[in-house]
């Protein structure tokens, strides 16, 4: 069963229990329009299902209220900050605001963002670049419970580990690409394992490292409290780029890598590794409009494979499933809507 609601509704819901939680009214805002942006976007994994894991990080001290991000090296086209366990949503967007002023300003910016909580759908960093004509790298590492074996591994060693690209095109939507390096994001199995559906084959392995379509071993303990594991996307190919976010997104940026025995610990902390281009100052920016443009329109010229309407390129599933989304409304499994109102209680909403 489930239940279908509004994209103000929602945000309205989420904001509330996050100012219950102890969020300023703008903080709890900028939070809940992040987490319905994703789910809009299609993405649920990173949308309001992740309120719950937000409230017990706030109960347990691993997320903290109100906290903005700290500079702490400012050289021009260099900065490194220090989300001191805020918001991600929040945080990131704070360091991406910098970044981007730099970029216009020297042509360029690295930004090392750590120590961050739960940064959600990277895809809105690269979005709010290419919103200024700005292309953005991101390379994030997550330090939680590990949830993805390395090629050749039989358990959870590092975490879902995203990249992200931002690239806009001239006269046309930009493209975003935002993909997590395991098999399948970890917000995905639990989406899966409320709803009471199986995983694809290959995405997943047992707590005795054997493959399994059950997403909740990954979600929920298993037999001695162990977890299963996902799997790397590209076997040896996506589990090198994970290993590359954890290298440049945890241990360049100062926040830190994963090396010790799992916990049960709620909070998510990210660690993002961030490049900002202004084409403009690179002094190739018209060659850069004509040629995206056309490799754009090239790729898409092309004829359909058998069972698909058409080439799409990366963005463009977001696109589409936002204006589904704002018309028909968005769709809640009832195990995640009863996980939600058991957050709110737990902060005493409405009492």
Same mark, same amino acid.
């Given at each position: 069963?489930?239940?279908?609601?509004?994209a103000?509704?929602?945000?309205?819901?989420?904001?509330?229990?996050?100012?219950?939680a /102890?969020?300023?009214?703008?903080?709890?805002?900028? =939070?809940?329009?992040?987490?319905?942006?994703?789910n809009?976007? /299609?993405h649920?994994?990173?949308?309001?299902?992740?309120?719950?894991?937000?409230?017990?990080?706030?109960?347990?001290? /691993?997320?903290?209220?109100?906290?903005?991000?700290k500079?702490?090296?400012?050289?021009?086209s260099?900065?490194?900050?220090?989300g001191?366990?805020?918001?991600?949503?929040?945080?990131?967007?704070?360091?991406?605001?910098?970044?981007?002023?730099?970029?216009?300003?020297?042509?360029s910016?690295?930004?090392?963002? #750590?120590?961050?909580?739960?940064l959600?759908?990277?895809g809105?960093?690269?979005?709010?670049?290419?919103?200024? #004509?700005? @292309?953005?790298?991101h390379?994030?590492?997550?330090?939680?419970?590990?949830?993805?074996?390395?090629?050749?591994?039989?358990?959870?060693?590092?975490?879902?580990?995203?990249?992200?690209?931002g690239?806009?095109?001239?006269?046309?939507?930009?493209?975003?690409?935002?993909?997590?390096?395991?098999r399948?994001?970890?917000?995905?199995?639990? =989406?899966?394992?409320?709803?009471?559906?199986?995983?694809e084959?290959?995405?997943?392995?047992?707590?005795?490292?054997?493959?399994?379509?059950?997403?909740? @071993?990954? =979600?929920?303990?298993q037999?001695?409290?162990?977890f299963?594991?996902?799997?790397?996307?590209g076997?040896?190919? #996506?589990y090198?780029?994970? =290993?590359?976010?954890?290298?440049?997104?945890?241990?360049?940026?100062?926040?830190g890598?994963?090396h *010790?025995?799992?916990?049960?610990?709620?909070?998510?902390?990210?660690g993002?590794?961030?490049?900002?281009?202004?084409?403009?100052?690179? #002094?190739?920016?018209?060659?850069?409009?004509q040629?995206?443009?056309?490799?754009?329109?090239?790729?898409?010229?092309?004829?359909?494979?058998? /069972?698909?309407?058409?080439?799409?390129?990366?963005?463009?599933?977001?696109?589409?499933?936002r204006?589904? *989304?704002?018309?028909?409304g968005?769709?809640?499994?009832?195990?995640t809507?009863?996980?939600?109102?058991?957050?709110?209680?737990?902060?005493?909403?409405?009492?």
């Open positions: 069963m489930s239940i279908t609601l509004s103000s509704e929602l945000r309205a819901r989420v904001a509330s229990i996050l100012t219950a /102890g969020s300023t009214e703008t903080e709890a805002r900028c =939070v809940a329009d992040n987490l319905v942006l994703a809009l976007s /299609g649920d994994s990173h949308g309001v299902g992740m309120v719950p894991r937000y409230v017990d990080a706030v109960l347990e001290g /691993g997320l903290q209220p109100n906290a903005a991000a500079v702490l090296l400012d050289a021009g260099l900065l490194t900050l220090d001191q366990r805020g918001y991600g949503q929040v945080v990131g967007e704070q360091a991406m605001q910098l970044a981007m002023q730099r970029a216009k300003a020297q042509g910016c690295i930004l090392a963002l #750590g120590n961050a909580h739960h959600g759908r990277i809105h960093f690269a979005e709010m670049a290419v919103a200024q #004509g700005l @292309v953005s790298i390379f994030v590492n997550v330090l939680s419970r590990p949830v993805v074996a390395p090629w050749g591994g039989a358990d959870g060693r590092y975490g879902t580990n995203p990249c992200c690209i690239v806009p095109i001239q006269g046309r939507a930009p493209f975003i690409l935002d993909f997590a390096t395991s399948v994001a970890q917000g995905k199995m639990r =989406v899966a394992h409320n709803e009471g559906r199986h995983a084959p290959g995405y997943l392995i047992d707590a005795q490292g054997q493959p399994t379509t059950d997403p909740g @071993v990954v =979600v929920v303990p037999a001695g409290g162990l299963g594991a996902l799997m790397p996307f076997e040896h190919k #996506g090198g780029l994970a =290993v590359a976010c954890e290298l440049l997104g945890g241990a360049l940026t100062g926040g890598t994963w *010790r025995a799992p916990d049960a610990a709620r909070a998510v902390i990210n993002m590794l961030s490049i900002v281009i202004d084409p403009v100052k690179l #002094g190739t920016q018209a060659a850069f409009e040629e995206a443009r056309a490799f754009v329109d090239w790729l898409q010229q092309g004829p359909a494979a058998p /069972g698909t309407d058409r080439v799409r390129v990366a963005g463009e599933p977001e696109r589409e499933a204006a589904q *989304r704002e018309r028909d968005i769709v809640i499994d009832d195990q809507w009863a996980e939600i109102e058991a957050a709110g209680a737990k902060v005493k909403l409405g009492r």
